[in-house]
DNA sequence: AGATCTTATATGTCAGACATATCAGCAGTT
DNA sequence: AACTGCTGATATGTCTGACATATAAGATCT
């Protein structure tokens, strides 16, 4: 019934048609996600589950890579080294959240209109946590990012990355990083995706504009007018996405 | 300026302070993501990887079961075989997100509150769309569920299953794929272990009653008592976290 | 022309070996 | 007594070469 319905060993009974590795990878992380295997505790040395598995060493070392590329387990060499099951941080799981939803956008070719929506749609439903929580450190993040972006000569590249930092920080004001780690797909993911269509369209004034509203609305704690200062942002963000949409169908493609 | 700014090959200079097999998998990573293998292109072989970064064969297999645990590339054994990119379809990345928010919610041990909090926020998220683009299909499958919970000699199982893909559902009525991907780490893996925490104390006819209320607010696509109806789960479900803490803290762990 | 056999190619797996990082213990010196 | 440096044990990282097996394409036979 909880978690510790432990079977308590790894099943090493390996079918000859699917691949070995992939079998042992699945075994193990089972194992793992059933709480057999605790965090910090280490597995048994490769040549060990070679044998119980009674397969090779390289064999082993492939379903271990495996979950070393889910950042499941780490590995350390050494007399006392192994592999370790790893706490899953917060860290780890951003980064491979937005690994993910970056080749989920580029390699469906998501339209920008579907992607905007979504992004918007979630980032709106942090506003009132960040309106209830936010502390002066969120605040003056965003006020930093916000400054940076009404500097002059400021590359394009560098006004998405403090975009990017300035809804990150929003976000983070809510105050809940599981809230936090779900966004990072959205924000960190999507928003260069969305910079490199609109960028070369958007006044950046009427950014820093909007940007300052609504770190207005937020430190005041009043939910309406965030909502509104957000809102006018996505407004606007979405009829740059068509504007952008409608010069590309007069251009032809380089 | 496009995804498309190839460099074209692979960087084959290794670093030999850290792993090979993690750098190779990083390089093919990155010309997957920029773009140079297109998908459902064919990497070259592993011999000829080997050629070319200059490691033996095994180190590549490594690399490759690094991207292969990602679902990055499949592979085909046989004479046209080889190493395949796949394109990330939203399945695959629906499995993966779920995997991942598992693992980050269990290892962290995220309390009731934090996790509830992300999940409830992000979903009402979803209620405008859901509200203006909800399909009858939709509807019934809404309809469908409810029916299922209100069944007398449904076991815990399957009631807490038919609560996940009644929000599922919920979700799936916004029309947006991107918005689906992103709410299965907040539905498929946090209601589950919401389930696991509460239903031993909640009352199955209330919650059969909110969520029919629910529908019949997003039938009739009206977004103010859809939020209601939804606010009121949300409210129960918040109040049944409090009080299984202190029935909890009354008894001593098993 | 169609069915069958052969061959080439690529992945999947194995065995054994060496290189290297790291810890624990022991020796020797200060 | 405390610090230093050596040494061995252990485990991962990597290499070499080989065999097994799946698969497609060409060659052969009917």
Redesign the interface.
Known sequence: M??KCRGNRLKTQLDPAREF??QI?QSIRDA??A?DLP?DGRLPSEAELAQRFEVSR?TV???L??????N?IRTQRGASGGAFVN????AQ?HE??V??A???????A?DYE??A??RF??E???L??ACARRTPSHLASLRAEVARQAVEGLSDEDFCASDVAFHRALVDA?G????S??MA??VDAMQPLMN?ITFTARSRARIVVLHGALIDAVEAGKLKPACAAFDALTTYSMQLGGEIRLQRRGSAA?
Chains 1, 2 share one sequence.
């Open positions: 909880s978690y590795s992939q990878a793992i996600i709480g965090v390289p070392r492939e379903a890579k495996r979950l070393a590329a889910q499941l706490r899953l941080n917060y799981a491979h959240m690994t993910t970056t080749l989920l956008l580029t390699m469906n998501v579907t992607a929506e979504a749609a979630l709106r439903a942090c009132p946590l809510a809940n990083p599981v809230l780690w779900h797909g959205a490199m380089p």
